[in-house]
């Protein structure tokens, strides 16, 4: 349960700021967030996916990565058809062919291809991955390339902390799977002073009362955005947008 937190002050009405963290009021439609762009009809994390997706979303999410030589690339899994992210140059990783000829992205690009939606900048940096950066260089240069109303998140609540630290300015969320304490998470991000929780949706199962923007993930059924919009989250994370899109607002791309 997120709400009932001691100690904490909660908002019986979500408060509003800018860009990602559009903390939306009843009356106003909850926030569309593109998971990778577009991934039911695109190759996830492709510059024709999220620009699709920015068309019928508010914000799209991507995953960051560093190539072998140093580039920040867009991939969730640390391996792309078998090569290794970070052990492979963007050389070979921007001509693999990803389906009907969609290639692998770098972050540069998909920011300068999206200059009007706001994004969510996932940073894959976790211990047991190929390429982890102890010292989360990879978080810092993409939240030092994040601009007004992007967010950068992440599942390791230490790189978070380096960017919450560093970047004071930067909104940040850290993301949580299932089998999580939301209490003990909440608290965390409010003693760090996180701007938003990225939750599976699974664990989503009481309203959302705490002082924090809420965007459950991955969510691709009507029936369970409508659930959750009844308990109250900010978003929802999403790999076809346009369905939620109609679902929630009664629109068609």
Not at 17 to 22: I, R
Not at 217 to 226: C, F, L, Q
Request: hydrophobic fraction near 40%.
């Amino acid at each position: 349960m997120l709400g009932g937190i001691p100690g904490r002050t909660v908002l019986s009405e979500p408060r509003v700021v800018n860009g990602f963290l559009q903390l939306i009021p009843k009356e106003r439609h909850v926030a569309i967030v593109g998971h990778r762009g577009w991934p039911v009809r695109f190759p996830d994390n492709t510059l024709s996916g999220l620009m699709a997706a920015s068309e019928v979303a508010d914000l799209v999410e991507v995953d960051v990565r560093r190539s072998g030589d140093g580039k920040l690339v867009l991939s969730h899994d640390p391996q792309i058809q078998g090569h290794v992210v970070s052990a492979t140059p963007w050389s070979v990783l921007s001509e693999i062919d990803l389906g009907d000829m969609h290639h692998p992205a770098l972050l540069d690009e998909a920011l300068a291809a999206l200059p009007d939606t706001p994004v969510q900048l996932e940073i894959k940096n976790l211990p047991f991955e190929p390429g982890f950066e102890p010292d989360h260089r990879l978080a810092l240069e993409a939240a030092e390339r994040s601009r007004p109303g992007d967010i950068v998140t992440g599942f390791n609540p230490e790189t978070m902390l380096a960017v919450r630290r560093a970047f004071p300015e930067v909104l940040t969320g850290l993301a949580i799977a299932g089998g999580t304490s939301l209490d003990e998470v909440v608290n965390l991000c409010l003693d760090v002073g996180h701007h938003a929780l990225v939750p599976d949706h699974s664990l989503l199962t009481a309203p959302v009362n705490a002082e924090i923007a809420v965007y459950p993930w991955t969510v691709n059924s009507a029936s369970r955005a409508r659930e959750l919009v009844e308990l109250g989250v900010t978003g929802i994370i999403t790999d076809d947008p346009a369905l939620i899109r109609e679902t929630l607002r009664g629109e068609e791309p």
